[in-house]
T-cell receptor, first 114, second 111 residues
C-alpha cells in the first residue's frame, strides 16, 4: 500500500517546546496539503504545496508554524513554542495537480500540548 | 461563515435500511464535491465524489446526488451495514483549491 504516511502518529509535548511532523505523499502526487482538525470540527486547511512551491497559507497558520517541501516529495510541518491551543490532529493529504482532484489523506498526527 | 454545512450532527439507521446524509453549501464557485468517512484516531478515507457537471454518481452501495440550484448534496448508503458506522464529512472545492469541510455527521448503524 503506497498511501499517504505521517510520522509520528502521536506526540505529547510541553508548552513552549518545538515539534516537527513529517508527511510522505503518494509518490506520483505533486500537490500536498496540511489540515488541522479539532474535536467536533471538520478538517481546516493550513497550507499547500505544488511540488516544492508553497502556494497558499491559511490565516490559521500563525508565524509559529512553518512548512517545507524541499525536494517536492515529503513535507515537514514545524510548530515553534507550542501552546495548549495547538493540540489537535494534524492531517496531510496529497493529490494530482491536474485532472482528478481527489485528495487522499494520511492517518494524521495527534498532538497534545501539556 | 461556514461555506459547507452538515446540519445533522448525528443519524441512527437500522442495518439494511437506507442512510441519507445531507450537506448544504453557500459558495457558488464550488465545482467539486467529496464525501469522506472517518473513524476515531484515523485520517479521513475518501468515499465518493461528484463534479458540478453531473447530478448523480454511484459507486456500489454509495450514491451522491447534487442539486446545484439548491446548493445541496446528499450521500445515500444502501443497504446500511454496521461497518458503515463512522463520522461522514462533506467537502467542496473550487478548481484545485483547498477543500472546505463541513463539521461532519456521525452515522450509527444499528444491527
Amino acid at each position: 500500500d503506497t498511501g499517504v504516511s505521517q510520522n509520528p502518529r502521536h506526540k505529547i509535548t510541553k508548552r513552549g517546546q518545538n515539534v516537527t511532523f513529517r508527511c510522505d505523499p503518494i509518490s506520483e502526487h505533486n500537490r500536498l496539503y496540511w489540515y488541522r482538525q479539532t474535536l467536533g470540527q471538520g478538517p481546516e486547511f493550513l497550507t499547500y504545496f505544488q511540488n516544492e512551491a508553497q502556494l497558499e497559507k491559511s490565516r490559521l497558520l500563525s508565524d509559529r508554524f512553518s512548512a517545507e517541501r524541499p525536494k517536492g516529495s515529503f513535507s515537514t510541518l514545524e510548530i515553534q513554542r507550542t501552546e495548549q491551543g495547538d493540540s489537535a490532529m494534524y492531517l496531510c493529504a496529497s493529490s494530482l495537480a491536474w485532472g482528478e482532484e481527489t485528495q487522499y489523506f494520511g492517518p494524521g498526527t495527534r498532538l497534545l500540548v501539556l | 461563515d461556514q461555506q459547507v454545512k452538515q446540519n445533522s450532527p448525528s443519524l441512527s439507521v437500522q442495518e439494511g435500511r437506507i442512510s441519507i446524509l445531507n450537506c448544504d453549501y453557500t459558495n457558488s464557485m464550488f465545482d467539486y464535491f467529496l464525501w469522506y468517512k472517518k473513524y476515531p484516531a484515523e485520517g479521513p478515507t475518501f468515499l465518493i465524489s461528484i463534479s458540478s457537471i453531473k447530478d448523480k454518481n454511484e459507486d456500489g452501495r454509495f450514491t451522491v446526488f447534487l442539486n446545484k440550484s439548491a446548493k445541496h448534496l446528499s450521500l445515500h448508503i444502501v443497504p446500511s451495514q454496521p461497518g458503515d458506522s463512522a463520522v461522514y464529512f462533506c467537502a467542496a472545492s473550487a478548481r484545485n483549491t483547498p477543500l472546505v469541510f463541513g463539521k461532519g455527521t456521525r452515522l450509527s448503524v444499528i444491527a
